[in-house]
């Protein structure tokens, strides 16, 4: 069974830092992209930070640059997202997918893989 499982979210503090997993059961995806999208209530998704299936230059979202990194580990099948700097404004679900192409993109339509989610929660 194709599955993204994403963990590491949680109830932190503003300036704390988080650092959150995603890891593909059942499949490879060494050769996907991969995307972090988060959801605030009341919003739509948006991109916030992608990864090529090299893992290459990442790429951003304005929002976040300077304070979320993206790393990936194939040989764990796992892509991992670093929050730094933690802003209340950041509070929502965070989702990973996976796109079948070698550079993310910012659409949500595009994207092959969805996980579950994991809810962050920032506290001022």
């Known amino acids: 069974q194709v599955q993204l499982i994403e963990s590491g979210g949680g109830l932190v503090q503003a300036g704390g830092s988080l650092r959150l997993s995603c890891r593909a059961s059942?499949?490879?995806?060494?050769?996907?992209?991969v995307g972090w999208f988060r959801q605030a209530p009341g919003k739509e998704r948006e991109f916030v930070i992608g990864i090529s299936r090299s893992g290459g230059s990442p790429y951003y979202a304005d929002s976040v640059k300077g304070r979320f990194t993206i790393s990936r580990d194939n040989a764990k099948n796992t892509v991992y997202l670093q929050i730094n700097s933690l802003e209340p404004e950041d509070t929502a679900v965070y989702y990973c997918?996976?796109?079948?192409?070698?550079?993310?993109?910012?659409?949500?339509?595009?994207?092959?893989?969805w996980g579950q989610g994991t809810q962050v929660t920032v506290s001022s």
């Open positions: 997918a996976a796109l079948s192409a070698p550079a993310p993109v910012t659409a949500t339509a595009d994207y092959d893989y």
């Open positions: 059942g499949w490879s995806f060494s050769s996907y992209a």
